[in-house]
């Protein structure tokens, strides 16, 4: 019984980069991101930002859509990354993220910030290429989400 109780929450609380490999550009569709490439490409932002995806009880929330289980924002994956702290009863939201399908580009919610950086400028790059989109000025892209 304790080893199945072990197991159980070894699964719950994976970590919220499990089972994530880093996005293969060549592989997204000319009609853009698909959810999981989204998810990688927040994943990059999230490390470079320092956040400890290993810590149990993180988790990336890429559920986030309306009634009818259409985007939140349409041409946007919204995300939000979760703490469920293993030492009390609470769950702590830690930021909202939108990525745009077609660009890659990585807008903070909470914060109403872009991010950039080598790596991620590269990756967007490398989308916009295959999908022919460009990332718009940041005061268009803050303002599509609601900053």
Do not use: E, H
């Amino acid at each position: 019984m304790r080893q199945v109780l072990s197991l159980v929450l070894a699964l719950w609380f994976l970590p919220a980069w499990a089972g994530t490999q880093v996005l293969n550009p060549a592989q997204v569709a000319s009609s853009g991101l698909t959810r999981a490439q989204a998810q990688q490409v927040l994943l990059l932002v999230l490390k470079q930002q320092r956040f400890k995806l290993d810590l149990p009880g993180m988790l990336i929330d890429s559920d986030i859509s309306d009634a009818d289980g259409q985007p939140m924002r349409p041409g946007y994956v919204d995300f939000a990354l979760t703490y469920d702290s293993p030492a009390a009863a609470a769950t702590d939201v830690l930021g909202t993220w939108s990525v745009d399908m077609l660009t890659g580009d990585v807008l903070d919610n909470t914060r109403c910030r872009r991010y950039r950086f080598a790596a991620l400028v590269q990756l967007q790059k490398a989308i916009g290429a295959r999908t022919g989109a460009t990332l718009p000025p940041q005061a268009v892209a803050l303002r599509r989400v609601g900053c």
